[in-house]
């Protein structure tokens, strides 16, 4: 076995499937959707060459709400891969948070939990771990995700107003699933990286961008309804990443509009 995917139905995991095959990979998928949960499960394989975790409870909001449910999915699923990895004795590729350090929210804390526990069976096991912090990740496959930029593509195709909760001005850091693929294909045996596009991007300018594609493409403008600001988001974020990304935010976003046009039905 190449490659052991969890979370390989999801929106990373499905894309990173995609190139798998198209490498000639063999690998497997775990995945709650096609009947395997990391943290109950039992995997059976003799040896694989690589693992990726990247199955995990991710938003945040709703971390907010069922602290308890994120945490202890996120931990024991965790701890639970590691240590089939190196029963396989694999390279294990963790999917981390830029977020982490700050441990604003449960998830954060649970994603900075996980690089914890990857450090300690590296330490104690001699298990190779690569901890990889993605930052916003974006791009095909991802209409059943709730993340700003699904969000406001989704709205603009049920016609509807973009929701920007706060005042705009907080930052993220975008960066194309296609760049966070190619990273997990080729990273190595890094300990960590920054996974992300290297620039900030504020959620007003990001609204204003769609809009325009919106504009462009479907013939209709959304306006901007403003919400008050949820608790546990970051502010401003100080963008930093150890990868060369390809594909800039204006060249995603039209690729992911355009997808979301040929395969999204409101």
């Known amino acids: 076995m190449d490659f052991i995917v969890s979370g390989g139905l999801g929106f990373i995991g499905t ?10 990979k063999l690998f497997t998928i775990l995945d709650k959707l096609n009947g395997y949960d990391v943290c109950e499960g039992v995997i059976t394989f003799p040896s694989c060459a690589t693992f990726v975790h990247l199955a995990a409870f991710t938003n945040v909001r709703d971390s907010i709400k069922w602290p308890i449910s994120a945490i202890t999915e996120n931990t024991q699923g965790t701890v639970k891969c590691l240590h089939y990895a190196k029963r396989l004795d694999s390279h294990f590729i963790y999917a981390s948070s830029m977020g982490a350090p700050s441990s604003l929210s449960p998830y954060t804390s649970s994603k900075l939990a ?3 526990f990857c450090t300690a069976y590296r330490e104690s096991y001699g298990l190779t771990t ?3 912090r993605l930052s916003n ?5 991802s209409k059943h995700k709730s993340s700003v930029i699904a969000k406001f593509i989704k709205k603009c195709l049920k016609h509807k107003p973009i929701e920007i909760f706060g005042d ?3 930052t993220r850091d975008f960066v194309h699933v296609d760049d966070v693929v190619r990273t997990i294909m080729h990273c190595s045996k890094a300990k960590m990286l920054n996974v992300s596009s290297g620039e900030a991007t504020s959620i007003l300018d990001l609204a204003e961008m769609i809009r325009s594609l919106s504009t462009e493409l479907i013939d209709f403008t959304p306006e ?3 919400r008050n600001a949820i608790k546990g988001e970051i502010g401003k974020v100080k963008p930093k990443t150890s990868i060369r990304p390809k594909i800039s935010l204006e060249e995603g976003l039209e690729r992911t509009f355009k997808w979301y046009l040929d395969n999204y039905k409101p």
């Open 114 to 116: 996980g690089e914890a």
């Open 137 to 141: 990740v974006y791009g095909p496959h």
């Open 224 to 226: 901007i309804v403003w």
């Open 15 to 24: 894309n990173l499937a995609i190139e798998l095959k198209n490498k000639n």
């Open 168 to 170: 705009g001005l907080q």
């Open 130 to 132: 690569t901890i990889l």
